[in-house]
C-alpha cells in the first residue's frame, strides 16, 4: 500500500508551522542566560548562550584578592557560561528531538551536566562514528552506516 503524497497546501502548512517554531526557539534562546557565582561569593557573573558576558558584580572586598581577582573573574564567568550552555540545551531538547540533540552534542561535546557527570551519550541516540559507534564491520549497503562525509571534495 502506498502513501499518499502530501498536497502543496500541506507541505506548505508544514514549512509555515516550522518557520513559526524556528522564531519561538530563536526567541526562547535569546531569552537564555547562565549566572555562576564564586564560592566566596565575591565575584558574581551572568553569560549569554551566545557566551557573551552582559553581567560582572564585584564584591567592594574583592580588590582584596590581588592579583588572584582576575583568576576568580575568569572562572566564574566560564562556569556562567556553562550554565548558560545548559539552558540552551535544555531549551533545545524538547523541540529537536533525542537524536538530533544528541548528533549536535557528539559534534559540540557533552553539555555541561554531562561532563561534570561524566555521563555518555547514550548508545542508541549517538550518531555513526561517536560515543555509540560500535566500531565492527560495516555492510557496504547499509545506508543507516553511510558516511556523508566521503562525499566532500576536500578529502
Known amino acids: 500500500?502506498?502513501?499518499?503524497?502530501?498536497?502543496?497546501?500541506?507541505?506548505?502548512?508544514?514549512?509555515?508551522?516550522?518557520?513559526?517554531q524556528a522564531a519561538e526557539v530563536e526567541r526562547a534562546m535569546a531569552a537564555v542566560t547562565g549566572t555562576a557565582t564564586g564560592a566566596d561569593g565575591m565575584v558574581s557573573a551572568t553569560v549569554t548562550a551566545r557566551g557573551r558576558l552582559v553581567g560582572l558584580r564585584l564584591h567592594p572586598d574583592a580588590v582584596r584578592l590581588g592579583p588572584a581577582l582576575g583568576d576568580a573573574i575568569v572562572d566564574v564567568a566560564r562556569r556562567a557560561a556553562d550554565d548558560a550552555a545548559q539552558r540552551s540545551y535544555n531549551v533545545l531538547a524538547p523541540v529537536l528531538g533525542d537524536e538530533l540533540t544528541a548528533a549536535i552534542e557528539a559534534m559540540a561535546g557533552p553539555v555541561p551536566e554531562r561532563a561534570r557527570t561524566s555521563e555518555s551519550v547514550p548508545v542508541s541516540w549517538a550518531p555513526m562514528g561517536?560515543?555509540?559507534?560500535?566500531?565492527?564491520?560495516?555492510?557496504?549497503?547499509?545506508?543507516?552506516?553511510?558516511?556523508?562525509?566521503?562525499?566532500?571534495?576536500d578529502r
Open 1 to 20: 500500500m502506498t502513501v499518499p503524497e502530501p498536497s502543496t497546501a500541506e507541505l506548505i502548512a508544514a514549512a509555515e508551522q516550522r518557520q513559526l
Open 130 to 153: 561517536t560515543a555509540g559507534d560500535s566500531g565492527g564491520e560495516e555492510d557496504e549497503d547499509d545506508v543507516l552506516t553511510f558516511d556523508a562525509s566521503s562525499l566532500r571534495s
